[in-house]
């Protein structure tokens, strides 16, 4: 048989072990097995003395009697535990006889095992061993989600400053482009001139809703997402924005139709945010969609909630990627009919909106054909 | 529209004084004056008394904040409008609190952006002879 493949060891040289026992033979006896190991040992003889001796020792591993004059070791652990909770070191209770009794009153009290008397030099190193190296795999894996944590946020608040000042530049670049294409509708540039305007136009234009996307996306990581609900007429909402996307709409020959909206006159919403999530839809709607297609956008309410729908007329969604769907980056292998720009953030912006709001987002395939992307908000009660 | 007042236009960025430049231009025929910085647009104000003022935020030397607070103190009938890239809430409050008109957000498409401007404008000083308050004045 194989020995399992085991994690690499870490190296417990150096590591601080305080050893609590009123019984100097059995400290000195201890003493002996850990010091060949390069382990620093401290000794003291009462429960008093070990928690003093603690707070400025700060061991890695404890070993405590449980028969002592004064606090007992069970008394002892049960202090430690409420004074370092979960950052205590692990406490290995000595024990005269392993009798069920003690050993579960000690592993009640904070302990992680025992150790019987007489030692035993060997067995005794090895379950020190492995508990010294769970504590420092544990104190590392600590370490290292703090470390991971505070690079995430870094990383939200370089994208967010990044985001934010390429912003302007490119709303300028798309604003004057659009100078000189009034220039080349008044006959003042070529027809090769005007088609260079009209591609800076374009990209500088998904450029900016690329860097927005991000933005929002730093935004929200950071959990600076507010939400500022006031009164809002959801119908109105969906005719602004469904009139708005049918401009763009036209260009690919598609049109959105708004039917059946049955709504409360007043839901209590941010509204800029909740048109941003309808926008969203709606884009997505036409850009996976074939030309000429029609998009529907339906929106009912029950007691409990509204719900507002976007059909499309797309090829679907793969069921095996649906859950990808509202991840952050996350692209589905369906791709935008006339090569349109997708950052993958869009719906995980949606999502993290319409949360916020105690909604639900969600999207599937319809039986004849395309997709439905619906969400919906409660209803106040 | 056509907007003849004098404006006294703020920014850091050279490039956004060129494109709201060419934007107020779309109003008539404005005298436009341009400013870099808040202490520049506080000493600018004093010496052309400007009808309208576009005043970005965040700037070196002295910020829109600052500036505004000056201008305001110096004549409380001043029309400033702030620049902004982000809607800060806090500060477009603040702003409106100092006695700014309105706010105007940097990244808008240049056509929403005319018509915020061409409203504002019109609310300001009539829809048609949107000359400036001295012109108008005279004869």
């Given amino acids: 048989m194989n020995p399992p493949v085991e994690p690499p060891k870490p190296d417990l040289q150096g590591r601080k072990v305080l050893i609590v026992d009123d019984d100097r033979l059995n400290l000195r006896i201890l003493s002996r097995i850990l010091k060949p190991e390069g382990l620093i040992v401290e000794q003291v003889y009462s429960g008093e003395d070990a928690l003093a001796q603690y707070a400025t020792f700060m061991p890695d591993l404890v070993l405590l009697d449980v028969i002592m004059p004064g606090i007992n070791g069970f008394e002892t ?70 470390q991971l ?60 809703e690329m860097v927005n996307e991000l933005l929002d996306l730093s935004v929200i990581e950071s959990g600076e997402l507010k939400i500022h609900p006031k009164p809002v007429s959801l119908t109105e909402v969906l ?16 049109h ?12 209590n919403v941010d509204g800029p945010k909740i048109k941003q999530v309808i926008d969203n839809l709606i884009t997505n709607a036409i850009k996976f969609s074939p030309p000429n297609s029609s998009v529907s956008v339906e929106a009912s309410q029950t007691a409990a909630d509204c719900t507002v729908a976007v ?64 969400f919906s908000i409660p209803q106040p009660a | 529209m056509n907007f003849t007042g004098k404006v006294l236009l703020t920014d850091d960025e050279a490039h956004i004084r060129k494109f709201i430049g060419l934007v107020l231009k779309r109003l008539g025929s404005p005298v436009i004056i341009e400013a870099a910085n808040g202490q520049e647009a506080v000493s600018l104000y004093e010496k052309h008394k400007p009808d309208l003022v576009l005043l970005d935020v965040n700037m070196p030397i002295m910020d829109g904040v600052q500036a505004l607070t000056q201008i305001m103190q110096k004549d409380p009938q001043a029309l400033v409008i702030m620049l902004t890239s982000l809607t800060n809430r806090q500060i477009v409050e603040q702003c409106a609190t100092l006695g700014a008109l309105d706010y105007l957000r940097k990244d808008l498409p240049r056509d929403e952006m005319i018509a915020l401007l061409t409203k504002i404008i019109a609310d300001c000083f009539g829809p048609e002879d949107s000359s400036s308050k001295e012109e108008a004045a005279a004869p």
């Fill in chain 1, 77 to 146: 652990c049960r202090t430690l535990k409420a004074r370092y909770g979960d950052n205590m070191a692990p406490v290995i209770f000595i024990t005269a006889k392993a009798e069920s009794d003690d050993v579960v009153e000690g592993l009640a009290a904070g302990g992680v095992d025992y150790l019987p008397k007489p030692f035993r030099g060997r067995e005794a190193m090895a379950r020190l061993k492995v508990h010294l190296q769970n504590r420092i795999l544990n104190e590392e894996q600590k370490k290292l989600v703090a």
């Fill in chain 1, 256 to 267: 959105i139709n708004l039917k059946s909206v049955d709504l409360p006159a007043q839901l």
């Fill in chain 1, 149 to 208: 944590s505070a690079a995430n946020s870094s990383k939200n608040k370089l994208l967010g400053m990044v985001a934010h000042d390429l912003r302007n530049p490119l709303a300028t670049v798309r604003g004057l482009a659009e100078f000189l294409r009034d220039d080349g509708k008044d006959g003042k540039l070529t027809t090769d001139q005007i088609d260079l305007v009209e591609n800076i136009y374009s990209v500088s234009q998904s450029m900016l």
């Fill in chain 1, 239 to 254: 005719e602004r924005s469904v009139t708005l996307n049918n401009i763009n709409a036209a260009k690919k020959g598609s």
């Fill in chain 1, 311 to 374: 059909l499309d007329n797309g090829p679907g969604i793969p069921e095996d990627e649906m859950h990808k769907l509202f991840k952050d980056f996350s692209q589905t292998s369906v791709a935008p009919t006339a090569g349109e720009k997708s950052t993958g953030l869009g719906l995980a912006i949606c999502r993290k909106i319409i949360e916020a709001h105690g909604g639900t987002i969600r999207a599937n395939n319809r039986p004849g054909g395309g997709c439905t992307f619906m």
